[in-house]
């Protein structure tokens, strides 16, 4: 059995570390841990929610690539493999919730510490407004424009990755982000919030 | 946020969780690309039949008449197999989209590559043959499938007030008077005064098309006469 806090496995790369636990579940763990923040913050932007809820997505997301780790594409980047797995299963969750009809405010959504990094949205875009607005900016998009411009500018994705999250073209992918961009100008406007440099 | 990571290799251990084996994807995988080439096959085949089916107009008679191509083309086209060939093209291009990089692909390329590689498909099939070979395969063992090729471009010869008619011969009054029945059961004397090269040797039941001007009274003064093949009834 491997020591799971050996400084050894921390080296290693993610294509490693998938090998590695193919043979033992317990090197698994260190993908785990590595990922687990990233994606429950990407998570809980999908379902507007930060709460028991998106814990469960998350470790759902994990069995479920666990359960499909020789499905892995060495071709692609493993963190685009896992963010695609979070993203089907929170977008299932989204789709559940919606028949049940268990709507959130935007007030609500702005109102949500989701741990948004939105110091890098800040430099990105070149705005200088705070988060709360910014918040609340996102959460009146469409959520397809929404999830490309947080990929982007959140997780600091390059269109590849986001092409390979999202199973769109690349090209597909760069239109999305602009017309995001732009969407997100008409909200801030909207709001007479203006960003210059968007 | 509790102890993702154990609460994850608890599940696994308890569970008895392991990764489903290779072999699944690679069914999987190879089962989708199968499919990609049965359907694209299958829409190369549906455009060998459709160029068969406009091939084998009579197109030499269409111009000593003066018709309209265009109007032959749009009635003697197959549309059912137009609608399989749809049917096939998205199918096909829907199995592409979902091989494993399948998504790189933008539908614009999808659908150029795909319209041009089944229409290779179908141009190779059609070339060998095979367009016909199947329309003749299915026309003895599909039940109501027997008429859907004589009906191709038949509505075009049944148009007496554009001077055209289209029937089999029930009575030869003369060498140059017949009686031809047109697929609704109207009966037309045809006058073959001014017809060009008639054939003599036409035979009750033989089935013809004939180009030619309406005359009151069922009669029709033909200019052309064709043998054609068997009819439809309406």
């Not at chain 1, 896992?82 to 299932?92: K, T, V």
């Not at chain 1, 918040?135 to 092409?163: C, H, N, T």
């Not at chain 2, 690679?26 to 089962?31: L, S, T």
């Amino acid at each position: 059995m491997p020591d799971t806090t050996n400084q050894h496995e921390n080296q290693l790369s993610d294509e490693e570390l998938v090998a590695k636990a193919l043979e033992d579940h317990l090197y698994f763990g260190h993908l785990v841990r590595r990922y687990e923040s990233k994606l429950l913050r990407y998570i809980c932007r999908l379902i507007s929610q930060h709460s028991d809820e998106a814990e469960d997505v998350l470790q759902e997301v994990f069995i479920k690539a666990y359960r499909n780790l020789n499905d892995f594409n060495p071709s692609l980047k493993f963190s685009s493999w896992i963010y695609r797995i979070a993203h089907n299963e929170a977008i299932s969750l989204y789709r559940k919730r919606k028949s049940r009809v268990q709507e959130v405010s935007i007030d609500e959504v702005a109102e949500l510490d989701l741990g948004y990094e939105v110091n890098s949205v800040i430099e990105e875009l070149g705005v200088e407004h705070d988060a709360h607005m910014i918040r609340s900016i996102f959460s009146q998009m469409d959520p397809k424009y929404k999830e490309v411009l947080e990929l982007r500018f959140f997780d600091g994705m390059d269109y590849a990755e986001i092409s390979d999250i999202i199973r769109r073209p690349i090209g597909t992918v760069s239109a999305m982000i602009n017309r995001a961009k732009k969407q997100f100008k008409q909200i801030s406007q909207k709001n007479s919030i203006q960003f210059d440099s968007i | 946020m509790e102890n993702i990571e154990q609460k994850v290799l608890e599940q696994i251990e308890q569970e008895h969780i392991k990764p489903l084996s290779p072999w699944l994807f690679w069914v999987k995988d190879y089962g989708i690309w199968v499919i990609f080439a049965v359907s694209t096959i299958f829409g190369g085949l549906a455009v060998a039949i459709i160029l068969d089916s406009v091939a084998s107009q009579d197109f030499e008679f269409l111009r000593k008449t003066g018709g309209s191509i265009l109007e032959l083309l749009v009635l003697s086209v197959p549309y059912i197999w137009v609608a399989a060939m749809a049917g096939f093209f998205l199918f096909s291009g829907y199995a592409l989209r979902h091989t494993r990089n399948g998504y790189r692909i933008s539908l614009i390329r999808l659908g150029l590559f795909h319209i041009i590689f089944s229409i290779l498909i179908g141009v190779i099939s059609f070339s060998l043959g095979l367009g016909q070979a199947i329309d003749r395969f299915m026309i003895r063992n599909l039940p109501y499938y027997e008429h859907a090729p004589k009906l191709r471009g038949q509505g075009y010869w049944e148009r007496p007030e554009r001077g055209f008619i289209f029937g089999s011969v029930r009575d030869i009054k003369t060498q140059q008077s017949f009686i031809l029945q047109d697929p609704r059961g109207d009966r037309w004397q045809v006058l073959c005064e001014m017809c060009e090269d008639l054939n003599p040797d036409i035979r009750i039941q033989d089935v013809l098309r004939v180009m030619g001007e309406r005359r009151p009274e069922m009669h029709f003064e033909a200019h052309m006469v064709r043998f054609a093949a068997p009819m439809v009834p309406r």
